[in-house]
């Protein structure tokens, strides 16, 4: 339970200078690339099973509506009218109307909602769950997450830095701070602690 | 998903109490952790080139989501260790993986309309988690929530557990 960095890469059996290089390690970097690359598709094409909870969802639908009634679908669409509720889902052919029945939900125009349901005939769904996804609710999780995501950068940048020589992230001895960096511009500034 | 701030709190949260027990687990893996937390969420990309913008493009089916599954995390926790030096590659990659998977928990508690959430096992099992439906990614209250529980860690750590002696951590 209790070990430090030093004593684990000792540990290590396969030599990890192997991808300490320049060369190695921007050659496994595209190794790694390339094998997530290889999923976008391989997730694209997985199989709708019900038993895996994988419904078609809707550009499946979008694609051929026909193929799809009589079972359960999920989709996730762009409100265009409220009563009847009227979702807009986006397809590699451009965009296709649902008509969902049995929903239950009071959306505004714009907002995104997410149905559960069985397709009745090509484009209309009747829906046994689903809920509703605000305009504002995600202006905030986008805006928050830009901010989350600023705060990490600023803790990675504070904390490590890359070794020029083999292109690795190695610890900072001491943080870098704002006031580091004010001290080495201007020399008469207060240091750091 | 939560919104990524809370899922930076609850990383932030759980390897600093884990820094109480594991003194390697210093602030720059802390660091670490949250940078991991953030990987699940590359699969946001969609929201700036929708998948069927890349299926038309490319002329192939084609799925952003898989980055948010159970293999692709782990691809990307795998390019994390590759980029970090080999004197702190282990650390760099238990830091990243307590952070992601932080987050794919998380996730799966997350409200959905099939009731089922992440692929954890994919491309392994297709198999989706059930997931309690808990909250959704746009509301805030689990932004709050987890900011609060980490507020209280941080205020914990920097009275008792900070600097050169986590033995004295409350984490005991």
């Not at chain 1, 990890?16 to 598709?41: E, H, K, N, W, Y």
């Not at chain 1, 714009?110 to 046994?128: D, H, P, Q, S, Y």
């Not at chain 2, 919104?3 to 594991?22: E, G, N, P, T």
């Not at chain 2, 952070?99 to 928990?105: D, P, V, Y």
């Amino acid at each position: 339970m209790f070990v430090r960095p030093n004593d684990i890469s000792q540990s290590i059996d396969v030599s990890p200078d192997m991808i300490d290089s320049t060369r190695g390690r921007l050659l496994a970097v595209l190794c790694l690339l390339a094998v997530q690359v290889s999923l976008f598709p391989l997730y694209a094409q997985q199989p709708t099973d019900p038993a895996a909870h994988v419904y078609p969802e809707g550009p499946d639908v979008a694609s051929d509506p026909a193929a799809y009634i009589g079972e359960r679908v999920e989709i996730t669409g762009i409100v265009q009218r409220t009563a009847p509720l009227v979702v807009r889902v986006e397809t590699t052919e451009g965009s296709m109307t649902v008509r969902v029945a049995n929903h239950g939900l009071s959306p505004e125009r714009g907002a995104k909602v997410r149905v559960f349901g069985t397709l009745t005939a090509a484009g209309e769904l009747r829906a046994t769950d689903g809920f509703v996804v605000p305009q504002r609710g995600r202006w905030y999780a986008w805006g928050i997450s830009f901010l989350a995501g600023l705060w990490v950068l600023w803790r990675l940048v504070a904390h490590w830095r890359v070794k020029l020589a083999t292109l690795g992230f190695v610890p900072r001895e001491t943080p870098a701070t704002i006031r580091t960096w004010l001290e080495r511009t201007m020399p008469g500034a207060e240091g750091p602690d | 998903m939560p919104d990524l701030l809370a899922h930076a709190f609850i990383a932030y949260a759980v390897c600093r109490v884990l820094s109480w027990r594991w003194e390697w687990l210093t602030t720059e893996y802390v660091t670490v952790g949250m940078a991991g937390a953030l990987i699940p969420d590359i699969t946001k990309v969609y929201l700036v080139v929708p998948n069927h913008t890349m299926e038309r493009l490319l002329g192939t089916p084609f799925s952003w989501y898989s980055l948010g599954t159970g293999g692709g995390v782990l691809v990307s926790v795998l390019i994390g260790v590759v980029l970090a030096a080999s004197e702190v590659r282990r650390p760099v990659g238990v830091a990243l993986g307590i952070g992601a998977g932080s987050h794919l928990l998380a996730d799966s508690l997350l409200l959905t309309p099939t009731g089922y959430s992440t692929q954890l096992l994919w491309p392994l099992s297709q198999v989706r988690t059930p997931s309690p439906g808990l909250y959704l990614s746009t509301q805030p209250a689990p932004m709050i929530v987890t900011g609060v529980v980490a507020a209280g860690v941080w205020l914990l750590h920097s009275r008792y557990g900070g600097g050169s002696r986590p033995e004295n951590g409350p984490g005991k």
